[in-house]
């Protein structure tokens, strides 16, 4: 099993008074958030861009989004939403998380049939098959490995075999779909 990213996804809620915006080529590409612990940067999700010039620094937000972990320690931030005070708190239901897998027939000759069946047994059984859809996909350009996986957090695996399968699950769709207290 080969894994080819280096990043951990958890979900963040932070709370502070804005202090700016970050522009790249005249365009809004994060904020600047005053928190308890001090100042951060926060990249924003480009469906928040266009409503951002309604906002005034000094403004109390709550920014909702992903914290991404990198192995050299490197924390970025992504906001998925962001609250002023006189919004009401709103519960999101999770964006539908993907799971592909190649169905090219080497795939499938390496065990890619049964790796579809595992995913699907051990998404329903953690009770996450609402969440987590499995696709098949084309050619993911890495046959003789195969069968080739995607998570949806964009991470990698060949030559898995089926009994990894409730392991990946739990490392990539349980704890990522489940907030962060």
Known sequence: MSKLNK???????????LIA?????????GLRLQTHGGECYIKLAK?????????LPGI?????????????????????????????IKIVSPPVSTIL???KSDCLKRGGKEICQVIAATLSDRALSEQVKIKGTGCMKNCKAGPNLVMPDKTRYS???????????????ASSLQPTP
């Open 7 to 17: 990043k951990q996804v958890t979900n963040f809620a932070i709370d502070g008074s």
């Open 21 to 29: 915006f970050v522009f790249k080529d005249t365009q809004i590409k």
């Open 47 to 55: 469906h928040l861009r266009a409503n951002c010039d309604l906002l």
């Open 60 to 88: 109390q937000l709550q920014v909702i989004g992903e914290k991404q972990l990198y192995l050299t320690g490197e924390v970025k931030l992504k906001a998925l939403q962001l609250l002023t005070e006189t919004q009401e």
């Open 101 to 103: 897998v190649c169905q």
């Open 159 to 173: 030559r898995i075999k089926a009994s990894q399968i409730p392991g990946l699950i739990d490392k990539h769709c």
